[in-house]
Antibody, heavy 122, light 108 residues
Framework: EVQLVESGGGLVQPGGSLRLSCAAS????????MNWVRQAPGKGLDWVAS????????FYVDSLRGRFTISRDHAKNSLFLQMNSLRPEDTGIYYC???????????????WGQGTTVTVGS | EIVMTQSPATLSVSPGERATLSCRAS??????IAWYQHKPGRAPRLLIY???TEATGVPARFSGSGSGTEFALTISSLQSEDAAVYYC??????????FGQGTRLEIK
């Protein structure tokens, strides 16, 4: 079964850091672009970042570049999101997603995890 | 950045009827449009990509149409399990990939 399972969310104070993880299974992880998408409370979906299959190219929404870093580990079949200098507006559910194989641009997200919740506050 | 605008914000339709959800892009996005279904507490689900191609396992009652800047998702015969928020998304001009604000579909 193709599956993505996120972890690492939690409550953090403003200015703090969190590292989200996403464990992939049921498919050849190294063949797919991977992404993070988030949803603030009561709001819609927002794309956060994408990483190419080989991990050499990363793309971010402008407002988060410099604070968030996406990475991947093929030995662990895992995707990561390092989040620094967190702000209350970063609160939300963070979804790990897979981009469809053979699609270009790599913007159709055909597999999603259940999400992990990040709360930034005191 | 391409802005995606969905209408209406909320749509209430009776079971068995047709529901049409609209999506407008702030500039031409060709055929690079996808639609997602999102139910509370669940992972979003890809329904349609490339304007009108159904994703694997999606019931035939879901269809997509449009071109350029105007797009639509149609559910031909609404069922109770179709209650959800639906998002359109463009992937033509990126980064960023951008989503609409969503249409909440209610079943009467």
């Amino acid at each position: 079964e193709v599956q993505l399972v996120e972890s690492g969310g939690g409550l953090v104070q403003p200015g703090g850091s969190l590292r989200l993880s996403c464990a992939a299974s049921g498919f050849t992880f190294s063949k797919f672009w991977m992404n993070w998408v988030r949803q603030a409370p009561g709001k819609g979906l927002d794309w956060v970042a994408s990483i190419k299959q080989d991990g050499r190219d990363e793309f971010y929404v402008d407002s988060l570049r410099g604070r968030f870093t996406i990475s991947r580990d093929h030995a662990k079949n895992s995707l990561f999101l390092q989040m620094n200098s967190l702000r209350p507006e970063d609160t939300g559910i963070y979804y790990c997603t897979r981009a469809s194989e053979w699609q270009w641009p790599p913007g159709t997200f055909d597999v999603w995890g259940q999400g992990t919740t990040v709360t930034v506050g005191s | 950045e391409i802005v995606m605008t969905q209408s209406p914000a909320t749509l209430s339709v009776s079971p068995g009827e047709r529901a049409t959800l609209s999506c407008r892009a702030s500039q031409n996005v060709g055929r690079h449009i996808a639609w997602y279904q999102h139910k509370p507490g669940r992972a979003p689900r890809l329904l349609i990509y490339d304007v009108s191609t159904e994703a694997t396992g999606v019931p035939a009652r879901f269809s997509g149409s449009g071109s350029g800047t105007e797009f639509a998702l149609t559910i031909s015969s609404l069922q109770s399990e179709d209650a959800a928020v639906y998002y359109c998304q463009q992937y033509d001009d990126w980064p960023p990939f951008t989503f609409g604000q969503g249409t909440r579909l209610e079943i009467k």
